[in-house]
């Protein structure tokens, strides 16, 4: 799970212990992928661990058992990454991981099931235990049947001479296998260089190019052809070690690049056949080389994938096939992916670092290995959006077909289903790319699907007889993405999904009921409604494992213990939690800030005005100091239906009072002077300022010198300012500037060209003359550094006339 298991997981394994020609440039093509069984063993182990250790009260008569067997599954960990990393070729290793994998879902399935039978006896009143007794002692029986036919399974795969662990030996005397990669030496003009001998073909994919953007009319990112002397260039380098190839094989060398075409790939794998095969063989390739490039496209190209695939790290396998659910050109928001990753068991504790950073570097790896392409970013330089070129994203669907991973649903006619396979109950997630109503009303069943994302563009109110289709349906659901789906009431029935790790639910209602508080496994609830203001009645306190909260509306929360009946699940909640967005200014108290220092994103939208009225002697937002870990603070002022006046902020708090680590702050409609802002250019660490509409009123503006040292991007929307005096020793760090909506500011400040720093500027709706200025600070820039200094862009929309 989390950072709060950390602190545990010695207990935790304490109670665990207790218990010859051308034949060479054929083999790519063939190259057989490998099953993502380890995946699987990770995550069904921190299941087990999550469950022994903060809710082994649900399986008590089982609790031997079940540690008994996440013993047995702990070696079958160390094989499968082993195997992946090294010898996952062989044929023998192969079948042992495909039976290995067909165990560990029996065993989940088991466990999974019986857990959420045990949590609805368990809620149950005393004569309702009494009524259906004899009903979940026979459950009980059954799933303890099940786990010891499970370790008497898991017994003879260890014990087969077949499949038996001297399966780990095959191979094993190569070093070639067994080597460590080295990362890419050199990056010039695009072209990868590769000076480790001993790296694996792949290595060439992972660091080339694997497909052009999804707009053929757009210049693809990172993924271009190279010209003919870029290709030889490679070759040598790839091939000989050096460019200084003897006069003796230039010819055929440049022959075998030019059949290349310029894919740095084909290239690279080439050149490898002419690493083994010596000077001696060249010419033989040469004369071969032309069948095999001239292949089809496709199968070479998903050949090239495969290759690459099996060379991801174990722990890489998973997220990556994981990007297939998505719809074709999806632009993926990054927040989501990380967090479904991470719900879905992919993401394994490292020391130092959070789940959702942890993430975060997987992903950066895949688009470094180019399978993933970036999209936008953010304003903090973080990638915000990314995409699968639809070539990787069929090479994922093939492959979660083959291990049953994931199915995808569409609609073929007006009654019609169709997916990859008709068998849905076999798979463990779905991606509905349907209308969901549609579908829904089909009476599916998926008695092991893990996950359930909705990518429909229509949005459909759900019915009331269909409300409980879903949890009857897929009861063992960890994810459940139902954007959607328009519910009218809250759906008491999904908190019988007590597996639920993610939740976006998008609504009309106005409260989240206490029921919600029996979904203890929930890390992530998004909640999209239209009502302006959000209850949560639902004691989110003691749902420790919880790490995101992020509604629309204006959100009151229910109010925490008080610290003298403190428990230990409220320390637990103290690890958890980072992200809190929106709430209510008047759930802003002194206790909660106290119970969630750890906290990094926080979202206050309603009467700002309350958070500085003193109320015996303080200010709520006294509590902000205590959010040592905040970096992102948004703070929305509601105005409505009131006049904007009436709404207005008087002042800011004194810079103290503001998180010590807040690197991003964004205002919106609170009415503040300009000369509120010489608290904000205080603060130190702050880089990224947004003030959106009417921030700030007024029409002059001249900052505070020694301000603003830190600030790297200022974002000011719709504001009457007409007069803005500054200077580069203002903002001598910043690199950009957007502007929307200042339709009466006269002019930027021209002292701007100085800044060495600044990058871009960004004119959306400004009047005539701020755009001329902006012309004016480019060129004076221009000047003054010539082709020394950071190249300032400049966009202005709409253009001038």
């Known amino acids: 799970m989390g950072e709060a298991v950390s602190g545990r997981e010695g207990e935790m394994g304490e109670a665990i212990r207790n218990d010859d020609h051308c034949f060479t440039l054929t083999v790519d093509h063939r190259v057989k992928k490998t099953p993502m069984a380890d995946a699987a063993v990770e995550f069904l182990l921190e299941n087990l661990k999550q469950l022994l250790l903060y809710n082994a009260n649900l399986i008590l008569d089982v609790k031997d058992q079940v540690e008994l067997l996440y013993n047995d599954l702990t070696l079958f960990k160390a094989f499968l990454k082993d195997s992946t990393e090294k010898r996952s070729k062989h044929e023998t290793v192969k079948e042992l991981v495909k039976h ?28 309702g235990k009494a009524i259906h007794f004899m009903d979940y002692s026979k459950k009980l029986h059954s799933v303890a049947h099940k786990i010891q036919s499970i370790r008497l399974r898991v017994k003879d795969i260890y014990e087969n001479k077949k499949f038996g662990f001297e399966a780990l030996h095959i191979g094993g005397g190569s070093d070639r ?12 003009d695009n072209v990868v260089g590769f000076e480790d001998e001993a790296e694996k073909v792949v290595d060439l994919l992972n660091r080339g190019s694997v497909a052009k953007h999804a707009n053929p009319n757009a210049e693809p990112h990172n993924l271009r052809f190279l010209n003919p002397d870029e290709s030889w260039r490679l070759l040598q380098r790839k091939a000989l070690g050096s460019e200084n190839c003897p006069d003796e094989l230039v010819r055929d060398g440049r022959h075998i ?24 063989g060249w010419g033989q390739v040469a004369s071969c080389v032309d069948a095999y490039i001239a292949m089809d496209e496709a199968k070479r190209m998903d050949s090239f994938i495969a290759l690459s695939y099996n060379d991801l790290p174990y722990h890489l396998k998973a997220c990556f096939i994981y990007l297939g659910m998505f719809p074709e050109d999806f632009e993926i928001p990054v927040w989501k992916l990380v967090r479904l990753w991470i719900a879905e068991g992919f993401i394994q504790h490292k020391e130092g670092m959070s789940l959702e950073d942890y993430a975060e570097e997987y992903l950066e790896d895949l688009v470094n290995r180019n399978l993933v392409m970036v999209g936008e970013f953010r304003s903090n330089g973080k990638l915000k959006t990314c995409r699968v070129h639809d070539m990787l994203r069929e090479f994922c669907k093939k492959e979660a077909q083959e291990e049953n991973f994931f199915q995808e649903i569409r609609r073929f006619d007006q009654s019609t289903f169709v997916s990859s396979n008709p068998a849905s109950e076999r798979y463990r997630r779905l991606s509905i790319h349907s209308r969901v109503l549609n579908y ?8 092991q699907v893990r996950s359930f994302l909705c990518f429909s563009t229509e949005e459909s109110i759900l019915p ?33 999904l007590v ?3 993610y939740i976006v639910l998008s609504c009309t209602f106005k409260i989240l009921p206490a029921a919600l508080s029996s979904l203890w496994n929930i890390q992530t609830l998004v909640v999209e409604t239209s009502s302006r203001t959000l209850e949560i009645k639902a004691d989110i306190w003691k749902m420790i494992q919880l790490r995101h909260v992020k509604t629309s509306a204006s959100t009151t929360l229910p109010r925490p213990l008080s610290k003298s009946r403190k428990s230990k699940d409220d320390v637990l909640m103290i690890g958890n939690l980072q992200t809190l967005s929106t709430i209510s200014p008047e759930s802003c108290t002194e206790d909660m800030f106290a119970r969630i220092p750890n906290l990094k994103v926080l979202g206050i939208r309603g009467q700002l005005a309350k958070l500085l009225e003193n109320k015996g002697g303080s200010m709520l937002f006294d509590g902000l100091g205590k959010l040592s870990h905040l970096e992102n603070l948004k703070l929305l002022n509601d105005v409505f239906p009131r006049p904007p006046s009436e709404g207005r902020l008087t002042s800011l708090p004194q810079r103290y009072k503001f998180p010590t680590k807040l690197k991003k702050l964004t205002l919106s409609d609170t009415l503040l002077d300009w000369k509120e802002m010489s608290t904000l250019g205080m603060l130190e660490n702050l880089e990224i300022l947004k003030l959106k509409d009417n921030a700030f009123k007024g029409n002059w503006w001249q900052p505070d010198d020694g301000g603003f040292r830190s600030l790297k991007i200022l974002h000011i929307g719709r504001t009457d300012l007409v007069t803005w005096h500054a200077s580069a020793h203002h903002f001598p760090r910043l690199r950009n500037l957007f502007l929307k909506h200042c339709t009466y500011l006269g002019s930027l400040p021209l002292g701007f060209a100085e800044i060495l720093s600044l990058q871009f500027i960004d004119l959306y709706c400004t009047n005539t003359s701020a755009a001329a200025s902006a012309r004016t600070i480019k060129q004076k820039k221009e000047e003054i550094l010539g082709n020394q200094g950071t190249i300032l862009k400049l966009s202005v929309y709409p253009p001038d006339q």
């Not at 829904?440 to 008695?447: D, L, V, W």
């Open 100 to 127: 290995i994998r067909n165990v560990v879902y029996e065993a989940e399935d088991a466990i999974d099931t019986f857990v959420a039978h045990a949590a609805v006896h368990k809620a149950r009143k005393h004569i």
């Open 177 to 188: 296998a067994s080597k460590e990669k080295k990362a890419p030496i050199v990056e010039e």
């Open 257 to 280: 690049a030019n059949v290349c075409r310029g894919l740095p790939l084909a290239i690279v794998v080439i050149g490898g056949v002419l690493l083994e095969k010596g000077m001696d």
């Open 440 to 447: 829904i009303s089909s009476k599916p069943n998926g008695p």
């Open 464 to 496: 009331p007889e269909h409300i409980s289709s879903i949890p009857a349906a897929f009861k063992l659901l960890r994810v459940l993405d139902g954007r959607s789906i328009i519910f009218t009431r809250f759906p008491t029935d999904l908190t019988q």
């Open 499 to 501: 597996h639920l790790r």
